[in-house]
């Protein structure tokens, strides 16, 4: 990864920041992305040292302007923009779907779904449709399978698949477009799903155990490399089996 820029959104925690050490371990120059400046700045000094200089920007992924903002930030600290990690997500609402408002329902989408065109749009604009460079989208093993109470979060994730073949093939040649599809990982977004019942959970998971955050990130490593030249428009289950079993899910 020397001498590649990256940008990566929710970069302050979880999958982002785990995939945003990954890369800079490798020599990639990094901004992450996030809503909040404390926690930018506390998950960038966490990465001070590595081989990757590593900088950050306040943005909303739900707006087109913050987008333009941030990638044209990228530019201008590290001269260029290689590789997008459209990691940020949202999870407002638990429930049946016939019973979400309207509001919870625009703010899944906008932050989950259409923040992925906004970003890849302007990563696009800001260098990669010259020199080009690969995309990575951060889908969910919801997005394959129904589960009880998230149906309108998992519709999102299978319109984030949907998103990541379909710009892999406007895009190529220039730029490929990949995605990962988490299983259940041990993150602060999921802690509501995995806290109560780890064990109970990791015994219906072939591979006994919950994800982590690194299992992701060696993950996507490899598919935003120069190593993954000829994959474009997949996304990778990275789940320990959960979706061999007949009922899909996390338990």
């Known amino acids: 990864m020397d001498g590649k820029v990256a940008l990566v959104t929710g970069g302050s925690r979880g999958i982002g920041l785990g995939i945003a050490q990954r890369l800079c371990e490798s020599g990639a120059d990094v901004l992450l992305v996030s809503r909040k400046a404390d926690g930018l700045e506390q998950a960038a000094s966490t990465l001070q040292g590595l081989d990757g200089n590593v900088a950050w920007e306040v943005g909303h992924v739900a707006r087109a302007e913050d987008a333009v903002r941030a990638t044209n930030t990228c530019v201008e600290k590290f001269g260029r923009i290689d590789l997008l990690v459209n990691n940020a997500g949202t999870n407002p609402y638990m429930g049946p779907l016939l019973e979400i408002n309207d509001v919870l329902m625009a703010k899944t989408v906008e932050i989950n779904q259409s923040s992925i065109i906004h970003w ?115 996304t990778l289950v990275v789940d320990g089996g959960t979706t061999t079993q007949s009922t899909g899910g996390v338990g």
């Open 120 to 234: 890849a749009k302007a990563a696009w604009d800001a260098g990669l449709s010259e020199h080009g460079g690969s995309i990575l989208n951060i889908a969910s093993i919801g997005g394959l399978v129904p589960e009880p109470g998230i149906g309108w979060y998992n519709a999102t994730k299978a319109a984030v698949i949907h998103l990541t073949s379909q710009l892999s093939y406007e895009l190529a040649p220039k730029v490929r477009v990949n995605g990962i599809a988490p299983g259940l990982v041990k993150t602060e977004l999921a802690r509501a799903f995995w806290e109560s019942g780890e064990e109970r959970i990791a015994q219906q998971i072939p591979m006994k155990r919950l994800g982590v955050v690194d299992d992701i990130a060696t993950s996507a490593l490899f598919l935003l490399s120069d190593e993954a030249s000829w994959i474009t428009g997949q």
